[in-house]
């Protein structure tokens, strides 16, 4: 039977490891000098264990070799079991280096021991840890996946590993509060432990092309950006989801916010991010015109405008599968080299942006400084 005809956008997903194919084996697959063991970090909810965290298998996932698909189709929803299927676990969606040949997750660590059968049962050879301690003795590097919105647990189930040195990934939020991230920070830069944390925003496709932009300076230099995300506003879900547009602007207009002005009515929310030496940008939670996109950013420079939204090539899944993959391959560099790829100070923000925000909203929208809530 003939294999089913490529369509531009998986053509262009295998050229670059096509490039690189040998003898029907990809150089991108030969043995490694090194294979890196991953130890993953499942959070809780409330002090719940969540068996099918999706900030775990999905976003880890890309760290594991093999994939036992049916039992993801056993463990998980069916939405998820077809993405896993025909999305993340498709060849044909391999970009140019995926599954990643030097990295394995090992480990599995749930508060609830038994939370932890159903994530090895899909990724073979992965096994649960008893305590934390246990696997921060026999893994490289630790993934943390959060499961509430909150990351109130994330410090006590990322300190041995900080503490011990090893690379971190801590899924946003990555503390809840500012004292809570910067004692984060804080701990991971006292023991020299590489940390990464960031929204899957931060790897977007058309992010990644509009930063190529914005440092290219070909269309003059970057002068404001709207980040903008579908409906679904709550003073609760801010805490949570407003971190992602936080993210696209700290990612594309750097640190240095000097303050936030946040108005919400009905569903949505508009915030205005300030910065003492440039142009201002905007966060909108709750657009109804961009339905069934997700998010959308605008980037304006002096002379061209950039617009993107997750989806590749109007493929919103083959986009997510892309910002996913990126994320966890930003992490795999940065155990490899030990170089974090996003500043401190940028994560310290965005924590102080979403907290800037919620005080502004209770305060009559007006400007509330970022020193106010960072102390």
Not at 6 to 15: H, I, Q, S, V
């Amino acid at each position: 039977m003939n294999p089913l005809p490529l369509n531009r956008r998986e053509a262009l997903t295998l050229t670059a490891a096509g490039a690189l194919a040998v003898g029907g084996i990809h150089a991108a697959q030969a043995a490694p000098a090194k294979s890196y063991r991953i130890g993953v970090i499942s959070a809780s909810r409330d002090g719940k264990p969540q068996k099918t965290n999706g900030h775990t298998w999905h976003f880890a996932q890309y760290l594991h070799p093999t994939c036992n698909v049916d039992a993801v189709k056993k463990h998980l929803d069916p939405g998820s079991a077809k993405f896993f299927s025909t999305v993340v676990r498709n060849p044909r969606n391999a970009f140019d280096g995926w599954p990643f040949p030097d990295t394995s997750m090992t480990h599995y660590y749930d508060a609830d021991p038994t939370a932890a059968g159903p994530f090895c049962d899909a990724f073979p050879g992965c096994k649960p840890a008893k305590s934390l301690r246990e696997m921060v003795d026999n893994v490289d590097a630790i993934w943390l996946g959060d499961a509430s919105g909150k990351g109130d647990d994330h410090f006590d189930l990322l300190a041995p590993a900080l503490e011990k040195g090893l690379p971190c990934f801590c899924d946003k939020p990555i503390g809840g509060t500012v004292e809570g991230t910067r004692k984060i920070l804080e701990l991971a830069k006292k023991h020299k432990a590489p940390l990464m944390s960031s929204s899957i925003f931060r790897h977007e496709f058309g992010m990644e092309h509009a930063l190529r932009l914005r440092d290219a300076g070909e269309f003059g230099k970057l002068e404001y950006v709207i980040a903008s995300m579908y409906g679904g506003y709550s003073p609760e879900g801010w805490f949570v989801y407003g971190q992602h547009p936080a993210w696209t602007i700290m990612t594309l207009c750097g640190p240095g916010v000097e303050g936030v002005s946040l108005y919400a009515r009905e569903n949505g929310a508009h915030g205005l991010v300030t910065y003492p030496d440039r142009m201002p940008a905007e966060i909108w939670y709750g657009r109804p015109d961009i339905l069934g996109q997700y998010c959308q950013t605008l980037v304006s420079f002096t002379k061209k405008r950039y617009e993107f939204t997750p989806a590749i090539e109007g493929d919103f899944w083959h986009g997510h599968h892309y910002e996913m993959f990126r994320m966890a391959d930003a992490f795999r560099q940065m155990v490899k080299t030990g170089k974090e790829p996003v500043p401190h100070q940028e994560i310290l923000e965005v924590t102080a942006i979403i907290h800037a925000g919620a005080k502004s909203l209770k305060e009559k929208s007006r400007l509330v400084t970022l020193a106010e809530v960072m102390g």
